[in-house]
C-alpha cells in the first residue's frame, strides 16, 4: 500500500480506518456520579493527551497499516473530515490509499485518471459520481474528498 505513487479513491469501501478500543473492554460510568475532582481529572487528562480528529487518526496509522472510518452517509461533518485527512495522511503518515463507497469499482480506472490529471476535470468527476444507484452523488462533500485527493496528487 506504502509504495502506490499516487493517492487515489477508488472501490467500495472507506478505508482509511480507525482501531479503537472495544467496547466491552470499556466500564461505562454514569456521568451524572461523576465527582467534581473526578471531572477535573479529566479534564486535565483531555488538555494533557487531547488530539484534534485528525491527529487521533494520523497517529493510529503509526500502529496499523489498516484504518477503516464508518459514517453516516450525507453527513457534512464526516466527510468534511476524510478531506480534511487526505493531506495529513498523505504528507506525515505516509497513506497512499484511499478507498470509498460511494464510487462504483467499476469506474475506478476512468477516477484514477480523474485525480491524476493536470487540471481538475468537475463536470467528469460527476459523471464518475452520477453512476450510482442511489443519489449521493448530489452530495458536494463527497466530490470534495476527491477533490483533496487530486488536490495531493498536482502537488507531488
Known amino acids: 500500500m506504502r509504495s502506490m505513487q499516487s493517492l487515489v479513491a477508488v472501490g467500495m469501501a472507506l478505508v482509511l480506518a480507525v482501531g479503537i478500543g472495544r467496547a466491552e473492554d470499556v466500564e461505562p460510568i454514569d456521568v451524572d456520579a461523576v465527582t467534581p475532582a473526578q471531572r477535573e481529572a479529566m479534564c486535565a487528562y483531555l488538555k494533557q493527551a487531547g488530539k484534534t480528529p ?5 497517529g493510529k496509522f503509526a500502529e496499523h497499516d489498516l484504518v477503516i472510518l464508518g459514517e453516516t452517509h450525507q453527513v457534512y ?5 476524510v478531506s480534511d ?11 497512499r490509499l484511499l478507498l470509498t463507497e ?11 485518471e480523474l485525480l491524476t490529471a493536470e487540471t481538475w476535470d468537475a463536470e467528469a468527476v460527476h459523471d ?6 442511489w443519489p449521493t ?8 474528498i476527491l477533490h483533496a485527493a487530486w488536490k495531493v496528487n498536482r502537488a507531488r
Open 128 to 133: 464518475v459520481m452520477r453512476d450510482w444507484a
Open 85 to 95: 485527512l487526505v493531506e495529513p495522511l498523505y504528507q506525515r503518515a505516509g497513506v
Open 77 to 81: 461533518e464526516t466527510c468534511r473530515l
Open 137 to 144: 452523488w448530489g452530495f458536494a462533500e463527497y466530490r470534495d
Open 54 to 58: 485528525v491527529q487521533y487518526v494520523q
Open 102 to 112: 460511494f464510487v462504483r469499482n467499476r469506474n475506478s480506472e476512468r477516477l484514477h
